[in-house]
């Protein structure tokens, strides 16, 4: 069984371009979560996709998107970027949508906007 | 809006000790709430979670106390190890679905 992988690592972009994430879930789970983390603070719900659908958005301008595709994998674009985008952005998938699903985190991708 | 608060913001504790990280709540719709430990350069990963009908909950080194009349919880480590220094999330959520709600985070160190 393979955990959550996420790509790239790091990466570094100017302030007004877009940048595309991506987030490989975890065999046989159907739903993604992304969740921004800023330094020195706990991660913040972007949105969430389940089975391909948005089910479920937190507070981010719509310039923040997402993709999940039919082998569950997911993709996250931030268009426009702004110095405060930078942040670590984290992708989660579990089994489903349910009460207690665990989310197992993937370790990440290092957003810098300069 | 902050909605889950946690403190202190860092911990330093001596081998042995047991630290304790505090969590408080606004939502009274929340009905889920698990720990994450999360290491330098990697995503968290789930410890341990309480639903809000139970009081306590341990497994292994780690228990969860839970005290609804006052909307807070705490984790609890016993004989922490040098090998436990990590940031530590409290986190919430409410029914269906993936919105977890997390604190600001608590790093602890645990010396020799």
């Known amino acids: 069984e393979t955990g959550v992988t996420q790509s790239p690592t790091h990466l570094i972009k100017t302030r007004g371009q877009q940048v595309t994430l991506r987030c490989s879930s975890q065999s046989g789970h159907n739903t993604v979560s992304w969740y921004q983390q800023a330094l020195g603070q706990g991660p913040q719900f972007i949105f969430q996709?389940?089975?391909?659908?948005?089910?479920g958005r937190g507070n981010f301008p719509p310039r923040f998107s997402g993709l999940q595709f039919p082998n569950y994998s997911s993709e996250l674009n931030v268009n426009a970027l702004e110095l405060d985008d930078s942040a670590l952005y984290l992708c989660?998938?579990?089994?489903?949508?349910?009460?207690?699903?665990?989310?197992?985190f993937g370790p990440g991708t290092r957003l810098t906007v300069t | 809006q902050q909605q889950v608060k946690q403190s202190p913001q860092s911990l330093i504790v001596q081998k042995g000790g047991i630290p304790i990280i505090n969590c408080a709540y606004e939502n009274t719709a929340f009905d889920y709430f698990p720990w994450y430990q999360q290491f330098p350069g990697k995503g968290p990963a789930l410890l341990i979670a309480?639903?809000?009908?139970?009081s306590e909950k341990k497994e292994g080194r780690f228990t969860i106390s839970f005290n609804k009349s006052a909307k807070q919880f705490s984790l609890h480590i016993m004989d922490s190890q040098p090998g436990d220094s990590a940031t530590y999330f409290c986190a919430a959520k409410k029914g269906q679905g993936g919105k977890l709600i997390f604190g600001q985070g608590t790093e602890l160190s645990v010396k020799p």
């Open positions: 989660a998938s579990s089994l489903g949508t349910g009460w207690t699903d665990e989310q197992y």
């Open positions: 309480i639903r809000p009908d139970v």
């Open positions: 996709y389940y089975r391909e659908e948005e089910n």
